[in-house]
């Protein structure tokens, strides 16, 4: 025996909203019947030319929609390495060389970009970082984890430390929520480097957090800290030496 399915009360004034079908119909039909039946069989509720012209137009919505969004898990940016992360954020700031722009890719569960949004964009040695705007975007975007990414117009790929203080600061205030900083990409002089990869790339809060903006300058001097993060379900490791690690 099929189980009975329970529809809500919001369920009815939805396909009420939508069709223009009275709720009480919509319910009395719903009780022996699969009231999705009245989308691809208007017929059975006997609507009026205008309720009918109201399921056809809903019916071609969702019709769209179920095409594009084939085509978009055909077309989803999937980052599965820091290599896969380098050189989308290349193809973004290769070319930014009179300018400093910080910039975050947004991810879903599987790793795949919900959305990448420019945080801030500033002279051609230094930007200010607002970590406020960046909560913002996390939330409206119900992402499960993000990847930074800035570039240096002078060239180097090196963290300086204001870039290391930087995504510490940005991991101090999203590791509480259990949204993941899983890479740092720094573009330079047509090349990356990966915060992940170089074991740069702090894993857990050390501070409480803090929104203050922050202002990092490329100018800094950078100093190599081994800070011996592991980021095993991100980094690919695609060779046998780099597995033994």
């Not at 890719?105 to 599987?110: E, K, P, S, T, V």
């Not at 720094?186 to 990356?192: E, P």
Request: aromatic fraction near 8%; charge should be negative; charged fraction near 30%.
């Amino acid at each position: 025996m099929a189980k009975e399915i329970k529809y809500s009360d919001s369920f009815f004034k939805s396909l009420n909203t939508l069709t223009g079908i009275p709720i009480k119909k919509i319910q009395e039909y719903a009780k022996e019947n699969n009231p999705f039946n009245i989308l691809e069989h208007p017929m059975v509720v006997e609507p009026n030319t205008k309720q009918l012209e109201r399921i056809g137009k809903l019916n071609e919505f969702l019709a769209s929609y179920n095409i594009l969004k084939m085509q978009e898990e055909d077309n989803k940016i999937k980052f599965r390495s820091p290599s896969d992360a380098g050189q989308y954020f290349l193809s973004l700031l290769g070319g930014m060389k009179d300018k400093e722009r910080f910039m975050v890719a947004f991810l879903d569960n599987g790793n795949n970009i919900i959305e990448t949004k420019t945080v801030s964009e500033g002279s051609i040695d230094q930007a200010v970082v607002y970590p406020r705007d960046i909560l913002k975007m996390a939330i409206v975007n119900d992402c499960n984890a993000m990847i930074l990414s800035h570039n240096h117009p002078g060239g180097s790929t090196n963290p300086s430390t204001e870039d290391k203080n930087l995504t510490q600061k940005i991991v101090d205030i999203f590791h509480p929520l259990n949204i993941k900083v899983l890479d740092h990409i720094i573009v330079g002089a047509g090349r990356y480097s990966s915060m992940a990869e170089e074991r740069y790339l702090p894993e857990v809060g050390v501070n409480k957090a803090c929104y203050d903006p922050i202002v990092f300058d490329e100018k800094a001097e950078a100093k190599e800290i081994d800070l011996n993060y592991d980021r095993n379900e991100y980094i690919e490791m695609e060779d046998e030496e780099m597995m033994e690690l």
